[in-house]
T-cell receptor, first 117, second 115 residues
Framework: NAGVMQNPRHLVRRRGQEARLRCSPM?????VYWYRQLPEEGLKFMVY????????ESGMPKERFSAEFPKEGPSILRIQQVVRGDSAAYFC???????????????FGPGTRLLVL | AQTVTQSQPEMSVQEAETVTLSCTYD???????LFWYKQPPSRQMILVIR??????QNATENRFSVNFQKAAKSFSLKISDSQLGDAAMYFC????????????FGQGTTLQVKP
């Protein structure tokens, strides 16, 4: 029973380039969450998605960042024109998405470490 | 807004002994869940234990147990018979009924286990 998959595990980009981070939820899970962890800090919520819908993007910067979770395929977190301050670990989590339950346990992937040079 | 505070940046314990990690939170909600996650050097986030606020009984998972004091808004993690593999960063996290799936994390406590 595969867990949450994220790729790539490590990503190096130069300032101004685009970064695409992918997340495949656990089998049977329809809810995906993205978090960012800066060095020596806890995880900070970015965005919560269900299939084809963004439920809550209150933690995501308004510019340069976008997220999607299409009907088919993985969830994508996209960062355009990356800057050094975007260097962080980006974690994806998933949950089953049982109706009306916003407090389900979230299971995390291994994270993508983004380094912006 | 809800907040989670871990006041111990670092803790250490001798192998086979017991250690308690502290966590306090602030919320006006009555329906919420609390979690402890472990982040070893691999940086993978691993669920350790979960507590529903409506349950008075403290959650237990093998060597891990919590002391949930709802009135005091305290949620500490006790690790018994500590093992070298327990060395990691531990995060306390909160999710409430109004959070739309948003986990709120504390700053983390780094646990060192001494052989």
């Amino acid at each position: 029973n595969a867990g949450v998959m994220q790729n790539p595990r490590h990503l190096v980009r130069r300032r101004g380039q685009e970064a695409r981070l992918r997340c495949s939820p656990m089998k049977g899970h329809s809810h995906v969450y993205w978090y960012r962890q800066l060095p020596e800090e806890g995880l900070k919520f970015m965005v919560y998605l269900q299939k084809e819908n963004i439920i809550d993007e209150s933690g995501m910067p308004k510019e340069r960042f976008s997220a999607e979770f299409p009907k088919e395929g993985p969830s994508i977190l996209r960062i355009q024109q990356v800057v050094r301050g975007d260097s962080a670990a980006y974690f994806c989590a998933s949950s089953p998405g049982r109706a009306g339950n916003v407090q389900e346990t979230q299971y995390f992937g291994p994270g993508t470490r983004l380094l912006v040079l | 807004a809800q907040t989670v505070t871990q006041s111990q940046p670092e803790m250490s314990v001798q192998e086979a002994e017991t250690v308690t990690l502290s966590c306090t939170y602030d919320t006006s909600e009555s329906d919420y869940y609390l979690f402890w996650y472990k982040q070893p050097p691999s940086r993978q986030m691993i669920l350790v234990i979960r507590q529903e606020a409506y349950k008075q009984q403290n959650a237990t998972e093998n060597r891990f147990s919590v002391n949930f004091q709802k009135a005091a808004k305290s949620f500490s993690l006790k690790i018994s018979d500590s093992q070298l593999g327990d060395a990691a960063m531990y995060f306390c996290a909160y999710i409430g009924s109004s959070n739309t799936g948003k986990l709120i994390f504390g700053q983390g406590t780094t646990l060192q286990v001494k052989p």
